[in-house]
């Protein structure tokens, strides 16, 4: 190489955050902040098991804001991650149901649990690839055709379940997965895939071509295409891994509860969506963090878990759910704009 | 064409009546304007003539912009004077600058495509009686101004059935009616093809009738000749001269003031041509192109020259597998798969046409900006090699010489011919063996010209192909070995350049006025 090793130094050597860092920070400073302010003002609030609790009990739609995390950041949007939680859930719960019960209801096709959860993943990657199908090839904007998705596939499950739930006549070995408990602690499975999913996450976003390729479609896809990014292939990937998550998650939720329930997971796309945008994922694409999400579901947890606290009703959690994400959305606008003035 | 005024006071032939000058339409005094660390516009004096179109050039960063938006009220100047016709004039902000009668003209279009002609003509002004829109003699007035700068445009056409050429005409005529007495226009002709550049012309000298003076901001040294009457040169936030264009000697004094040395380029024939053909394209045939055929050499650089809408930019997105084309493309003896990404796997880059919207990542930092094309030589098993990937970045900036303090730096913050430099970069890093430019230099400033025009020489110089798809002879005939002119779709003429280059005949052939005369 030419260029002496000064000059590369000086370049690269630059002190200054990037602008998603300072975003990210922005957003870890608010989430500590209402921490903070919810363990002064709630009874009770500060304690450890609660803290715990903030994390784990909302290990369902941090790991549904993964893949739609990623999607947003290409600028795409994915709101059939609800709907395909119930598919799911509903679908394993039918295709492990023995085939010998007493009404429709609790007849289902008796296959071993392993092959019905596969199967139910099936049917979750075929709503991912009906999204990918739209979106890459027809060119249909991906709000409309997640929209479309998220009722078909929780149609599909009503239709399964003649609109309400699946839950007799399932072997025993159905429950194991949601109930499993590890390292002799009260952590259950899903809270420890969450986990792994998540380093998984930031590990790809960060350090891999893949996570790169993410950014730069949805900073400028037609400069990505033009520069050699296959866009189409991409998008596929993404939908799908979106896809296979909020399929996972259903299964785990229909093996914790041992039922598959057409309503799981309702408005589950909408908090993913919610904790994605809090944690400063930019709607327009090509902006935000796996990490930053995290914040965001973090802040959202403590609202609402310290509104439960403050024993208001239940009725007004979608209100101060609203006032969080203006607050932050805003917060964060105006910040970057100060900055690059 | 016009004959230049009396553009610049003090000229002879500019005295008043009485032995006085006439007010001067616009005269700054002293002009400066500081940002921390750094001088933009350094008092900066002179005066522009009544009903004159007064050019004002200078590379990018001479200050033009930054001298603009004082006049526009965009930015308060640090110290300084303003005088309209005459009157003190100190915009604090953009309105203040319309009621001043000063209006500009963006490169942006701001009309709105759903509404007609008239309406937008008093966009923003409209008048209303309990909430009811009422006719006014504005609209009466903006619907004359319009039929007197370009009678052709029916004022009750909606706006999205106009050209962008159209569009600006409807903008300029909103100013004029507006009664504004200066109006700015800042590289208008940018979006335009050659005869709507003339139309745009006659609509600007029919304005300098209606007693309306006109700032005109451009990169294009010969508009500034055939259109302006007088020039006003900016180097490094320095006034360096006001002169009436006729005391011009020719675009290279221009030049020269510009940029304080001499730098008109000649073509130099280079040792490095091979008659070994690269690249073969047969007859490329799509909804622009009708039956193209050619070949590149190695170490060649060839120019496809044409008017705007001739086919340059389709040819270069064909032989990138960026549009569909039928006919055949063989590149280094092979048939070329019909892709991007397979494109840049075989060896071809482009440098698109328009680099904010097709080139670059705007948001992203330089980075991954630079490595984007060639992201595999940057990574094991998928996985991105960051150090590797920063000396790649820094390695290129340093190169090619991008004014940046660092490689964490966004692109969009970059002027425009260091954001080109980036695209440069981008297509030198994927290590292409033909390398495509399409208009490589439009609104880059002329030192980042000459500094474009050596990295193409030096390249092919190395024995790689280049392509320059470009709208400017000038840069054609100073640049490439051999000149493909493009007419309508079809490859008209192939000559070879050199001192004896008939420029006459080639813009005979580029405009169409050979096509029905018999051989």
Same mark, same amino acid.
């Given at each position: ?7 590369v130094?000086?370049l ?40 715990l ?27 059939s991650?609800g ?11 039918w ?12 007849? !289902? ?18 709503? !991912? ?13 991906s ?9 078909l ?15 007799t ?20 499975l ?31 896809p037609?400069?990505?295409?033009l ?6 292939r ?22 914790e ?13 909408f ?20 990490v ?27 209100i ?22 | ?5 009396d ?77 309209v ?34 309406e937008?003509?008093t966009?923003?002004m ?18 004359q ?24 005409i409807v903008?300029?005529?909103r ?31 029919r ?17 500034i000749?055939a ?63 009708k ?28 032989l ?39 080139g ?46 660092s ?16 695209v ?36 092919a ?47 005979h ?11």
């Amino acid at each position: 190489m030419t260029t002496s090793r000064k000059t590369v130094e000086t370049l690269s050597n630059d002190r200054r955050m990037s602008d998603e860092t300072f975003i990210t920070l922005l957003v870890a400073s608010a989430a500590v902040g209402v921490f903070v302010l919810a363990s002064a003002v709630v009874p009770n609030f500060f304690q450890p098991l609660n803290m715990l609790n903030l994390v784990t009990n909302n290990w369902a739609v941090i790991s549904l804001g993964i893949g739609v995390t990623f999607l947003l950041v290409s600028g795409n949007f994915d709101l059939s991650v609800g709907g395909n939680v119930a598919l799911a859930g509903v679908l394993a719960v039918w295709l492990a149901q023995s085939a010998d019960g007493a009404h429709a209801l609790s007849t !289902g096709f008796g296959l071993p649990t392993t092959l019905a959860i596969l199967l139910a993943l099936c049917g979750a990657l075929a709503i !991912g690839g009906l999204n990918a199908f739209f979106v890459v090839r027809l060119r249909v904007p991906s709000i409309i055709v997640t929209l479309g998705t998220m009722m078909l596939a929780r149609g599909i499950a009503r239709v399964i379940t003649q609109g309400s739930q699946r839950n007799t006549n399932l072997p025993d070995d159905f429950g194991v997965l949601g109930n499993l408990t590890l390292f002799d602690t009260a952590v259950k499975l899903p809270v420890v895939l969450m986990a792994a999913l998540l380093v998984v996450a930031i590990v790809v976003e960060k350090k891999t071509v893949f996570g790169r390729l993410t950014y730069l479609i949805g900073a400028n896809p037609v400069a990505a295409r033009l520069s050699g990014v296959d866009k189409a292939r991409h998008v596929t990937y993404l939908y799908l891994f979106s896809a296979a998550i909020a399929g996972a998650v259903g299964i785990l939720l229909a093996s914790e509860f041992k039922s598959g329930f057409s309503n799981r997971g309702m408005l589950m796309e909408f908090d993913a969506l919610v904790i994605s945008l809090l944690g400063g994922v930019a709607i327009a694409g090509g902006f935000g963090s796996v990490v930053g999400m995290v914040f965001g579901a973090l802040i959202l947890a403590v609202v609402t878990s310290a509104a439960t606290g403050l024993v208001l009703s239940p009725d007004w959690q979608f209100i101060l759910k609203a006032v969080a994400v203006f607050c932050a959305v805003t917060t964060q606008t105006w910040a970057l704009a100060r900055r690059h003035r | 064409m016009a004959k230049p005024r009396d553009a610049v006071s003090g000229s002879t032939k500019g005295i008043g009546v009485n032995g006085h000058p006439p007010t001067p339409a616009l005269s700054v005094e002293g002009l400066t304007k500081d940002y921390p660390g750094v001088r933009a516009v350094d008092n900066v004096s002179f005066s522009i003539a009544r009903n004159t179109v007064h050019c004002l050039v200078g590379e990018n960063g001479a200050g033009k912009s930054t001298l603009v938006k004082m006049l526009t009220g965009a930015l308060r100047p640090t110290s300084g004077t303003m005088t309209v016709r005459g009157a003190a004039y100190a915009p604090g902000s953009p309105h203040d600058a319309r009621q001043g009668g000063i209006a500009t003209l963006f490169q942006e279009l701001h009309v709105v495509d759903q509404l007609t002609v008239q309406e937008n003509l008093t966009l923003g002004m409209e008048r209303s009686r309990f909430g009811f829109l009422v006719k006014s003699d504005l609209d009466r007035r903006a619907v004359q101004t319009l039929a007197a700068i370009e009678p052709s445009i029916d004022p009750t056409m909606r706006v999205s059935a106009l050209s962008v050429a159209q569009k600006q005409i409807v903008e300029i005529a909103r100013a004029a009616s507006s009664g504004a007495s200066v109006i700015i226009m800042d590289e208008p002709t940018a979006a335009l093809s050659e005869r709507e550049v003339e139309r745009l012309f006659a609509v600007i000298r029919r304005l300098r009738e209606t007693d309306v003076t006109v700032i005109y901001i451009s990169h294009k040294l010969d508009e500034i000749f055939a259109l302006g009457d007088a020039v006003t040169v900016l180097r490094d936030g320095r006034h360096i001269a006001t002169k009436s264009l006729s005391d011009v000697a020719g675009q290279p004094e221009l030049i020269e003031m510009m940029i304080g040395r001499s730098v008109f380029q000649t073509y130099v024939p280079r040792p490095s041509v091979t008659d070994e053909a690269v690249l073969t394209a047969q007859g490329l045939t799509n909804h622009r192109l009708k039956s193209v055929s050619f070949h590149i050499n190695r170490g060649e650089i060839v120019g496809f020259y044409g008017l705007v809408g001739s086919g340059k930019t389709e040819i270069a997105r064909a032989l990138f597998g960026a549009d569909t084309v039928s006919g055949s493309i063989r590149f280094k003896g092979k048939p070329v798969e019909r892709s991007p990404k397979a494109a840049i796997r075989s060896g071809i880059a482009l440098v698109p046409e328009e680099r904010r919207t097709q080139g670059l990542f705007t948001s992203l930092t330089l980075r991954p900006n630079i490595s984007v094309m060639n992201t595999r030589r940057l990574s094991t098993h998928g996985m991105l090699r960051s150090a590797d990937e920063r000396a790649v970045a820094a390695e290129y900036v340093h190169k090619l010489r991008i004014a940046t303090n660092s490689i964490e730096k966004y692109a969009e913050k970059l002027s425009g011919g260091n954001q080109q430099k980036v695209v440069i970069a981008k297509c030198l890093f994927a290590d292409a063996d033909l390398l495509l430019l399409d208009e490589p230099t439009r609104g880059v400033d002329v030192g980042a010209k000459t500094e474009i025009y050596d990295i193409i020489r030096e390249l092919a110089d190395k024995g790689r192909s280049v392509a320059v798809f470009s709208s400017e002879l000038e840069e054609v005939l100073g640049l490439c070995d051999r000149i493909f002119l493009l007419f309508a779709g079809t490859l008209e003429a192939e000559i070879v350049n050199g001192p004896d280059v008939d420029v006459s005949h080639i813009l005979h052939v580029v405009t169409g006025s050979g096509r029905s005369v018999a051989p």
